[in-house]
C-alpha cells in the first residue's frame, strides 16, 4: 500500500476539513438529543469514530498522508453505507 504524501489544492484541504467539522457538529447536535437503548450505542459509536479520526490527524501533525488516509477510510465507509441503505430500500 502506498502511503505517499499527495498534494492537495490548499483550498480543497480548507474545503473537505470544513466539511468534516460541519458533520461532527451535526453529528454532536444529534448525539445530544435525548435517546434510548440501541440509538444511544450507535450515537455514541459515531462519535467515537469521529473522535478517533479527530485524534489521529492530530498525532499525525495534520500532515497531507493523514489527510489522504483519513479520506480513503471516509470514502470507503460512506460507499458502505450507500450498499447498506440500497439494500433496505430494496426489501422495503
Known sequence: MNLSSVTWVQATVEHFRLLLDRQLRELEV??????????ARKNATVLKYFRKLRKFLKQKGFSDCAWEITRAETRAHLQQLLLIMATISREQ
Open 30 to 39: 444529534c448525539v445530544r438529543k435525548p435517546s434510548t437503548g440501541s440509538r
